[in-house]
C-alpha cells in the first residue's frame, strides 16, 4: 500500500504561485510514477503532470507546462507541485496519484485531495 496526503491548497490572486506538496508514505517507491491530477466543478478529472520516482522523467499536460512544475525529494519522499502564473481556469481539488511504471493514467493509489482557487 502507498499513502498520499496532500497540502498547500488556498485561495490565490490570478499571476500568482502556489507549491503542493504530497507526502508519500508505505513503500519502496523506485518503480513508482508519481502523478498530479486535478478536478475542477463540472468537468472530469484530468491529468496535470507526473514525475517518475527513480529517474525523475516528467511528463505535463499542455495546459499547464511552461507554468507547472513537477519535483520530488527522494530522501524526504515528498513530490511538489510548483504552480506558477495560475490562471482562474487553475482553480480545482488537485490530488496526488501514485502507480507502478510510467504513465498518465491507470494510477493505483490517491490521494484525499487540496483545494486550489484562483481568483480573477
Known amino acids: 500500500q502507498v499513502q498520499l496526503v496532500e497540502s498547500g491548497g488556498e485561495l490565490v490572486q490570478a499571476g500568482g504561485s502556489l507549491r503542493l506538496s504530497c507526502a508519500v508514505s508505505g513503500r519502496t517507491l523506485s518503480s513508482y510514477t508519481m502523478g498530479w491530477f486535478r478536478k475542477a466543478p463540472g468537468k472530469e478529472r484530468e491529468f496535470v503532470a507526473c514525475?517518475?520516482?527513480?529517474?525523475?522523467?516528467?511528463r505535463y499536460a499542455d495546459s499547464v507546462n511552461g507554468r507547472f512544475t513537477i519535483l520530488r525529494d527522494n530522501a524526504g519522499n515528498t513530490v511538489y507541485l510548483q504552480m506558477n502564473r495560475l490562471k482562474p481556469e487553475d482553480t480545482a481539488v488537485y490530488y496526488c496519484?501514485?502507480?507502478?511504471?510510467?504513465?498518465?493514467?491507470?494510477?493505483?493509489?490517491w490521494g484525499q485531495g487540496t483545494q486550489v482557487t484562483v481568483s480573477s
Open positions: 514525475i517518475t520516482w527513480g529517474g525523475g522523467v516528467t
Open positions: 496519484a501514485a502507480r507502478l511504471g510510467f504513465g498518465t493514467d491507470q494510477y493505483s493509489y
